[in-house]
């Protein structure tokens, strides 16, 4: 038998959470079998510890948990092999499977990655889905070429944020951070950032669909007006990773920005990525992302604090990268 937080919804509708045990036959199928080490807290992990599982979760008794690190107790893929190091992000675990929330997960191989050399499962959640996140937007803007200039971070005081704002430092980039909290400045301060953006000064449109060219690059996790407004403070062809509508989906934009300066805007998705470029972006991670700093982004939780962190999560409340150790 094993722990498990398990959200359970009644005749009425209404969800709850308890930590119950489980057995390995209670389990979905799956070819590899994991002893979970460490997990984290996403805002998906929040809707889907929420009432209704916000959209997210179709059947009852689930386990969230989208992303774990852990270690191979059995497999019956040739890939993988009892003692080996893994970690999973997406593929609708957590949503549609069960996830990470547990001592234990039985899931597709095709779904694991390989621990990356010089990360450990600990260092390797406190990255977690947020982090991998980060990097993909990073490379995207990359591939397409970070202009001189400050980058822009939105939400950066958030998990994605967070690591965005530490990967674009340490590779040199003049990083400018928003954030609603002017309480988190000397946290993203330690994490490099060079100047802080109040959130007011970005999250709300203006009639002209060009201002001044201000940003090298963005990565935004905030969507919405702030999307819009700052796509006309983009420099000529320079790139926005979207990674996140934290402020709305909807996109009040213009297309000039498109049209006479050759913005790019970039959609990020973690979930089914491919596995190839899954692999380059922990690599990425390992190699470039600074473990002190990360490091510095660590909340520590354990299995009974879920309930309470997922309902913060929604709230803005979070800040940094939460790690949970199952086995506390």
Known sequence: MFNALIVNKDDAGQTS??????????????????????????????????????????NYPHVPGIDFS???????????????????????VGEAHWGGYAQKARVKADWLVPLPTGLDARQAMAVGTAGFTSMLAV?????????????????????????????????????????????????LASLGAT???AREELNETVK??????????????VGGEMLARLLGQMQYGASVAA?????????????????????????????????DNRLRAWERI????????????VVPATLSDLPKLGGDILNGQVKGRVVVDVNA
């Open 286 to 297: 390992a190699k470039d992302l600074p473990m002190d700093k990360l490091e510095a982004m």
């Open 139 to 187: 490379m995207a803007l990359e591939d397409h070429g970070i202009k001189s200039g400050p980058v822009l971070v939105t939400g950066a005081a958030g998990g994605v944020g967070s690591v965005a704002v530490a990967i674009l430092a340490a590779l040199g980039c003049e990083v400018a951070a928003v954030t609603g909290r002017p309480e988190t400045g000397d946290y």
């Open 195 to 197: 100047k802080i953006v």
């Open 17 to 58: 959470t308890a930590i119950a045990p489980m057995s390995v036959d209670d389990l979905p199928e799956g070819e590899v079998l994991v002893a979970v080490e460490y997990t984290t807290v996403n805002y998906k992990d929040g809707l889907c510890m929420s009432a209704g599982g916000g959209g997210l979760v179709r």
């Open 243 to 275: 990674v996140g509508l934290a402020g709305g989906a909807a996109l009040p934009a213009s297309v000039i920005p498109f049209l006479l300066r050759g913005v790019n805007l970039l959609g990020i998705d973690s979930v089914m990525q491919p596995y």
């Open 70 to 92: 852990g270690t191979v107790e059995a497999s019956s893929d040739g890939r993988y092999k009892a003692g080996d190091k893994v970690v999973l992000t997406g593929w609708r």
């Open 208 to 221: 002209r669909p060009l201002e001044g060219e201000v940003w090298g690059g963005c990565v935004d996790a």
